[in-house]
């Protein structure tokens, strides 16, 4: 029997109308088994704690460090959150190739200063933002709630929050996209506004040095939230990891309870500048939180 041959472009078409990943998100160094969870842990950094939010430089500058991953930013306002182009798509994947580091997830920032819970653009952002996570590979966007997006005190934003979230969850769940909730939230209310969406498309992005410095119980908090944590954010205000107040290895122990394992992005204070803070940090986090974990600590 006679076979149809399809060209290169035709298959390319095919793969896009099937929502594929495309081959230079492939090429950065987002394998096709990214979005399931690895055997051990993965030392990201933020790419706004670089010094380049948005920009492809900063893989380069991870690199330098000794760093797995960049957690990167969709945009700004300013540059209309160019990530959601194609070729700006590109561009970073081509980045991440050359550097040998990966994107490790998503953030939308800009949600501090345009509030998610007010503004209608942000809703655009935030369901265009799950079709970028689909294309370059990736398993979560964090979703922040400080400064003015703050959701303390504020049982009516937090209503719009998760109408809002209700609307979009489900073409996150149908990409195997989870949207991060980062907030000064506890984990009890962080849970309430999970529960009220009630999706497995909206969890909890955890940042032990925010949740510490709100006096929470963080080890205790890692434990209420389990499976509903996504990805966790590093961070010891003012000090080295290690030199602080966090102690990671109960951070460790807590993550060992809930069986997480995954993406750790850096945060942090930079008392030895900037390359050098970080690459002390990455250091003292890899002997905690390992690569490869054959068993609990």
């Known amino acids: 029997m006679k076979q149809n041959r399809l060209t290169r472009r035709e298959m390319i078409v095919r793969a896009a109308a099937a929502g594929a990943v495309v081959p230079w998100a492939m090429a950065a160094g987002q ?57 700006v ?5 081509d980045a991440a190739r050359a550097s040998g580091v990966r994107i490790a997830s998503l953030a939308i920032g800009e949600l501090n200063n345009i509030p998610y819970k007010s503004d209608p ?10 079709d970028v996570c689909h294309a370059l590979g990736l398993r979560v966007v964090l979703l922040a709630f400080f400064g003015n997006g703050d959701l303390r005190d504020d049982p009516k934003g937090v209503d719009v929050v998760v109408e809002r979230l209700k ?44 949740s510490h410095l709100r006096g929470y ?15 966790f954010h590093a961070k010891d205000y003012n000090n080295l990891f290690g030199k602080g107040k966090i102690d990671f290895v109960k951070v460790r122990e807590a ?43």
């Open 31 to 87: 394998e096709q088994g990214q979005r399931r969870r690895p055997r051990g842990f993965r030392i990201g950094v933020c790419d706004w704690n670089l010094g380049k939010t948005a920009d492809p430089g900063s893989f380069e500058l991870a690199r330098q460090i000794g760093l797995d991953g960049v957690q990167v930013s969709l945009g700004t306002a300013a540059n209309d959150m160019h990530l959601r182009r194609s070729e």
């Open 89 to 93: 798509q590109k561009t970073f994947a």
């Open 121 to 130: 653009r942000t809703e655009t952002w935030v369901r265009d933002s799950i």
């Open 167 to 210: 609307k979009v969850a489900p073409k996150a769940e149908d990409k195997g996209v989870v949207l991060g909730i980062e907030s000064w939230l506890s984990a009890e209310d962080s849970m309430a506004i999970v529960d009220r969406v009630g999706s497995p498309a909206v969890q909890v992005y955890y940042d032990v040095g925010n």
């Open 217 to 231: 119980d963080i080890y205790k908090e890692i434990r209420i939230l389990g499976k509903n944590i996504c990805e």
């Open 255 to 297: 993550m060992d309870a809930i069986g997480y394992r995954g993406w750790i992005q850096i945060e942090g204070a930079t008392p030895l500048g900037l390359v050098e803070s970080y690459k002390q940090n990455a250091e003292f986090l890899r002997g905690v939180f390992p690569r490869r974990v054959s068993q609990p600590l």
